[in-house]
């Protein structure tokens, strides 16, 4: 019988595709408005798409225009403990609603706020059902913050990789250092030391990175997103990610008008900052109007795109791995289970293995040839880089055209039809156990948020001289960094 049992396991764990995330693919699939069901897709074919709590740490320590948070975010308390059971809880109906494996952003106020305790453990709760987590932040902290989220009480590492996505843009206000920077180029220093961080992680615990540099983009520094392309890229950056400012979040942070930069703006400018065209048409998260991405190989200063959309062989085999690999599991897999699973796919489908290994002779081909790889390998010149544009839209759209689609109704107005055609195809969605829901971000920034603040301001209170509380400490770092208070009391 135990060993019944324990077949039936493996055969599970070394299917190709797991078949809760074969039902979870199907559904979103499915449900995706037809408009963008074009073969290029990717939602639905080989990802659910993307993930973020919400709710869980509103406060953050800079002021920044834009800012995203609700206006009361810096009104409540930070609590360890409200952090952890709702991020567990968030990700557990993901789990239920997505399948067993998506990525998910950490996300809410400023993540580093957390003890560096708290913070492991939400990344523990968020693993323990299959997210791949990404910290969101700032990125003003120091290597003893990440040293204690990272190492356990004997000092062992306790992830074997960790991702974050760290905001720098001249927007900011408060960073140490650079509290009221003029230009992009100030804090590229504050980038570097970011990014140097997790390169000293990994020569001193060995512990694999991911990271995403975010930029905000607004009509004042639009123009800069070409040099901030130019610099980052030279940077252990692993993703660059610019999103054109939306009138979402806190309004009296709202200064200028956002609206003038479009999605094609900004991605000119990257496009001038790499040196290069990134072509970006093969593949599609969502809605086109939302998102932009594409993903290479850099090799020494040429990007080699994964898929280029002017080569029908490419597409092909494009087309043969969504329909035959969409939804393969690769992280988090032990070594001997991957290699099991993916001789199983190949098995079942052995005519793709020719068209998949054109696709990557064309790659290296496109980097310069394998000898200029190799080159680039060997002076640590070799990189995977991922360009992202994501294009968040403005409330005064979102509440009503969300109101709408929650009657069913689709909606006369054609901003108010596309912002519900975009809000259908989301590729970033957040859980609410409490009434079965996703929600798209844009409609947790717009509306959810601040209704939810209200209760989190009742719940957890931001503490008074009246009550005789101390000011209180949000940062207990597990024994290494100094301790950080934020905040003054309430009085
Ligand atoms: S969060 Fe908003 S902008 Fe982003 S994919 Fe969803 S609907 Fe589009």
Known sequence: MAIATALRRFELDTRPIHPDTRRALDRRWAELPEHVKTPNQLLGRCAVGCEGTHGVFPKCNLTCSPCYHSADANKVRIDGDHTVDNVARQMDFLRQVRGPRAHAQLIGGEVSLLSAEDHA??????????????????????????????????????????????????????????????????????????????????????????????????????????????????MPFDMMSFQPAAFIGDDRRWREDFGEVTIDAVWERIEKGAGQKLPWQATQFGDPRCNRSTVGMRVGGTFAPLLDPEDPKDIAARDRFLDHFGGMIFGDVPKGVLTVKVIRAIAAHPGDIAPLIGLARRVLRRGGGVRRVLRAARRGKLSFKTFVVHNFMDAEQVAPAWKLMEQGIVADDPLLKETQERLGSCMYAMSHPEDGRLVPACVQHSVLDPIENIELRRILPLPTTRDGIAPQVVARPAGLTAVRSTGQPAS
């Not at 140097?196 to 983009?217: E, P, S």
């Open 121 to 234: 453990q939400a990344l523990l709760a968020m693993r323990a059902v299959g997210r791949e987590p990404m910290s969101m932040t700032h990125g003003d902290f120091d290597y003893e913050y990440l040293l204690d989220l990272v190492l356990d009480a004997d000092g062992k590492p306790r992830f074997e990789k960790v991702s974050f996505a760290a905001h720098f843009d001249s927007l900011m206000r408060g960073r140490r250092g650079a509290v009221r920077p003029r230009s992009e180029a100030e804090l590229n220093p504050f980038r570097e030391k970011f990014a140097q961080m997790f390169v000293d992680l990994k020569r001193d615990h060995g512990v694999n990175r991911y990271l995403a540099h975010n930029m905000t983009v607004t009509p004042s520094n639009v123009d800069e997103v070409e040099q901030v392309t130019r610099d980052v890229l030279e």
